[in-house]
């Protein structure tokens, strides 16, 4: 290929195909090129996957609140995980069909191949140099596994191998207790396999804030072992793993490493593009632009290793596709930070995470959800929510949950944020009765008797009853 191209898109998931979507209105003078598996990450390995897995994990685990409701025989009910994971593959096919499809129709301008970059407007892949004006690296991420971890073999899985596996042992440990790691973690024990869960540090799924982190550990602990604050030795023995952590000494079937995810940029020759590279070879990126220092280079999703979330990847992928095209970079405003884990209870941090906000300036609102009237009537009554405030204005800042429905009041929440709303301008929404979010009102009121009095016709003045049926 001799022409000059406008646009080179390195990785075909989600940031690379929102790239796509957006080079596409202007040139037709592109190339994509991916390496390895089409499909996007998310689709295949991901977020789709693991969320079919938990419903039906959830499904299962479902049957322990029956004799409450009054229904008879949930004792009775048994699993096919055969079944189960054959709905799992199937659901990701259908999934990675559709992101499959915005590619097939390119034709030579979809090549698959590894790339090495030469210079800012060159590379190579497969044998042929190409060259263009500008060039979108969005390579994605894979597991991080240890090294030595290899020597386990068969023994190992990680969620790139998870799905694909026929059936599941009887016993397994997870190593890692991040976002994916819980998500993994409770699902497998929900679907009755002996689960022994591992983290290196006290925090949990991406929390910071030390109550929530307590009641959230709690809670997780009582439906499989869970070991925090220790480092994980393994070593196989005949057809098992021998996991050891501080004093806990066990034998398990096999292994899932979710240690995260590490951003796919070795051997792609960044460091021909002359800019200073960081300590894990990364160069410097802007995150509102994407571009990378000031070179017709751009870098979006997993592989600048900003905010490893598919939104978040989607939405570089845009910003990187537009400014690809343009003459100058236009900088854009990110959204309000939203990262939900789908445990049960929802997992959740919205805007300023605890540990980043100045214990003196902030007032903190929390309810618990033990007696909250919805959650009892459904028993889904469990779990903390606690919302951050700017002392002063009482203007909404952050919140950290391990609630029921949390995954839809974060979405919420997320919305009052970016439209910096006050504790007392929420309380002025509506709260239908009944309903979770009545929960979520019960911290913004907490919040509020801290701050100073509004006018007493304001309807966020309106108290509680202190009725448990109405509140």
């Known amino acids: 290929m001799n022409e000059i191209l406008d646009v080179i898109i390195v990785g075909a998931g989600s940031a690379g195909l929102a790239a796509l979507r957006e080079v596409r209105k202007y040139t037709q003078r592109f190339v994509i090129i991916n390496d390895g598996p089409w499909g996007t990450v998310c689709a295949r390995v991901g ?35 055969p079944a189960v994971l054959r709905r799992v593959r199937r659901l990701r096919d259908d999934f990675v069909a559709s992101t499959v499809k915005t590619t097939e129709e390119l034709g030579e301008r979809a090549i698959s191949g590894h790339v090495h970059l030469l210079a800012p407007d060159r590379l190579e892949v497969n044998g042929e140099e190409l060259r263009a004006h500008k060039i979108i690296i969005a390579t994605g ?17 990680t969620t790139d191998t998870l799905f694909e596996q026929e059936t599941l042992p009887a016993r397994m440990a997870v190593l890692g207790m991040g976002p994916i790691g819980a998500e993994m973690a409770q699902a497998l024990s929900r679907l009755g ?73 070795d051997n792609l020759g960044l460091e021909t593009l002359g800019v200073p590279l960081d300590e ?56 309000t930070p939203l990262a939900i884990v789908f445990a049960d209870p929802n997992i959740a941090v919205v805007g300023s995470r605890f540990q980043a906000l100045d214990p003196a300036k902030i007032l903190v609102g929390e309810v618990h959800f033990d007696r909250q009237g919805r959650a009892r009537a459904g028993q889904r009554n469990k779990g903390i929510q606690r919302l951050y405030a700017d002392a002063l204005s009482g203007q909404l800042l ?20 970016d439209r910096s709303l006050t504790v007392q ?32 016709s304001d309807l966020s003045m309106c108290g509680a009853f202190n009725t448990e049926a109405l509140d």
């Not at 597991?143 to 899985?157: E, F, H, K, T």
């Not at 809670?219 to 030795?233: V, W």
């Open 47 to 81: 977020c789709m996957p693991s969320k079919a897995l938990i419903e039906a994990a959830n499904a299962f685990h479902r049957r322990g609140t029956f004799e409450e409701f009054g229904i008879r025989g949930g004792d009775q009910l048994m699993l096919d995980i």
């Open 141 to 157: 991420s894979r597991p991080i596994v240890p090294a030595p971890w290899n020597a386990l073999g068969d023994r190992l899985l």
């Open 193 to 265: 396999i002996q689960v022994v869960a591992f983290g290196g540090s006290q925090a949990i799924a991406g929390l910071t804030d030390p109550q929530v982190i307590a009641v959230t550990t709690d809670l997780l602990g009582s439906e499989f072992s869970l070991h925090l604050g220790e480092k994980a030795e393994l070593s196989r023995v005949g057809e098992g793993v021998q996991v050891r952590a501080g004093k806990t000494d066990v034998m398990v079937d096999c292994v899932l490493a979710a240690l995260g995810r590490r951003p796919n940029i």
């Open 280 to 335: 894990h070879g990364m160069p410097p990126v802007n995150p509102g632009t994407m571009q990378v220092a000031n070179l017709p280079v751009f870098m979006a999703g997993d592989a600048n290793d900003q905010a490893p979330l598919l939104h978040e990847a989607a939405d570089e992928g845009y910003i990187a596709g537009l400014n690809a095209t343009r003459p100058n970079s236009i900088c854009f405003t990110r959204r």
């Open 398 to 417: 952050g919140a950290e949950m391990c609630a029921p429905a949390g995954e839809h009041m974060a979405h919420l929440l997320a919305l009052a944020i």
């Open 425 to 456: 301008q929420l309380l002025r929404l509506p709260f239908y009765h009944p309903v979770l979010e009545e929960g979520l009102r019960t911290a913004l009121r907490a919040l509020a008797v801290q701050l100073p009095a509004v006018n007493q």
